[in-house]
């Protein structure tokens, strides 16, 4: 219960506050236009709380259903407004500013991501130094020469600090055919290596890209936390504190190495080489056999973690100025955005599943997560979402500022603005294909919870 409202609480905050600065943008542009802005809504639906300000005696309102807001502007095809108000009704103003201002609000989320990760660089991003353990024979990184203790430093050019760098930049790389992988040898030399993602599915994008390539991050050998009292591992003589260095003659640089090495052997004898107290000993376990998630799979009974001292070996702080902080943000922020739009063509054309939609349901558990993680990672959350925001609020749908824009440059095209018949036939499609969007997005809440 405890879980649920801190989650709640986190997207409270992180809704909150992406709505207050969309909205924010549309306010301050159209007051700059010289609109006239009779309420400020945070939610929809009745007004639950509210407060006037200003010259214009504005309405600033909490509304009952809060996910989202709106800014009403004086508007005659809405209302009936006194002669002085006129001059000030946004279907007044020119076709130039009604784009500025519906325009503003999408914008403001993307400053907003940009002043977020400028804010997050300012105080240093921690992170791992991309070093890897060698792959798996079958592997992408394997066929492409990668090597135990090999540095990435840069994908297609572009620098890599840490390993959270480099997964960006493979997923970036999404639908191209291979990647340049530049990386330091452990003598001090450098090689380009050529690296296929032809291999990659749909389940390996949507999962952990790097592990499917073969590019594992060294961690060192990992520590047993615990051993379950009764199965295989404790039989085998496994203890607390063992250091498993290898399975089956394979260097384990990772928990997962070990998992994954015992999960695709069920029933079967594997061996485990141990160092314990400085000596190293091999220890045969047989996995237990169960059926998890339609497959079977083999359990040691072990609870594995990573070695301290070898995270502290590969962490990094990535700092930078407020200037060099802002470039960086603002580079971020257009990856990001063109990278949203991408993956939007994608889904449309069946390249890339629709699970990738999310809703409500799952935003409130990352927020939660993010939160919990630390104030660095929830920021880092925040301004992803806004860039959701801003780009899914330009897509030209009806109902969405974007589809206001589409109208708005379709009557500088025709010289004339759009008929009241095709704006209203243009609001039905928009709202039928977002009910549609939200309700792909709620399923796979849904589906993602059980």
Not at 22 to 38: F, I, M, P, Q
Not at 156 to 164: F, I, K, N, T, Y
Request: glycine share 12%; proline share 6%; aromatic share 6%.
């Amino acid at each position: 219960m405890i879980d649920v409202i801190w989650k709640l609480g986190a997207f409270v905050v992180v809704l909150g506050t992406l709505v207050v600065f969309h909205e924010l943008g549309h306010y301050l542009v159209a007051r700059w236009c010289g609109v006239k802005v009779l309420r400020f809504s945070v939610g929809f639906g009745r007004v639950v709380w509210a407060r006037r300000y200003g010259p214009d005696r504005t309405e600033w309102a909490v509304s009952a259903i809060p996910l989202g807001g709106y800014v009403k502007m004086a508007d005659e095809r809405e209302d009936e407004l006194p002669i002085e108000d006129l001059p000030r009704a946004f279907n007044r103003q020119s076709v130039w500013r009604r784009i500025a201002i519906v325009a503003a609000g999408p914008v403001a989320n993307l400053l907003l991501a940009v002043l977020l990760f400028a804010g997050t660089y300012v105080a240093g991003v921690p992170g791992q130094r991309a070093v890897l353990a060698p792959p798996a024979p079958s592997t992408a990184a394997a066929a492409a020469g990668v090597a135990d203790g090999d540095v990435v430093v840069s994908v297609d050019g572009e620098p890599v600090a840490s390993v959270q760098e480099l997964r960006w930049r493979i997923v970036k790389s999404q639908g191209r055919g291979s990647v340049d992988l530049a990386v330091e040898r452990r003598d001090g030399s450098r090689s380009t290596l050529p690296l296929s993602l032809r291999g990659l599915a749909v389940p390996d994008w949507e999962g952990n890209p790097l592990a499917a390539l073969g590019l594992r991050p060294d961690l060192g050998a990992p520590m047993v936390d615990e051993v379950v009292a009764g199965k295989p591992a404790q039989a085998a003589g496994l203890r607390s504190g063992d250091r498993i260095v290898a399975v089956d003659g394979r260097p384990a640089r990772s928990p997962s190495d070990v998992a994954g090495a015992t999960n695709a052997k069920p029933g079967e004898k594997i061996v485990y080489r141990v160092r314990r107290d400085g000596v190293e000993q091999e220890l045969a376990v047989v996995p237990e056999a169960v059926e998890q998630g339609g497959r079977r799979i083999g359990l040691a009974g072990l609870r594995l973690r990573v070695d301290p001292a070898a995270i502290e070996r590969v962490a990094i702080t990535v700092r930078s100025g407020p200037i060099d902080a802002l470039a960086a943000g603002a580079g971020k922020t257009w990856e990001l955005s063109g990278f949203t739009l991408r993956m939007l063509g994608r889904m449309i054309v069946g390249e890339a599943s629709l699970k990738n939609l999310s809703g409500p349901i799952t935003l409130a558990d990352y927020a939660g997560q993010s939160a919990q993680a630390g104030l660095l990672t929830f920021v880092g959350y925040l301004a992803l979402i806004s860039i959701s925001l801003g780009v899914l609020n330009l897509l030209p749908i009806p109902l969405l500022d974007g589809g206001h824009l589409l109208y708005y440059l379709t009557e500088i095209v025709l010289g004339r603005p759009l008929s009241d018949r095709a704006f209203e036939v243009g609001q039905r499609i928009g709202m039928a294909l977002l009910a549609v969007l939200m309700t792909l997005a709620l399923v796979n809440d849904v589906s993602r919870l059980f």
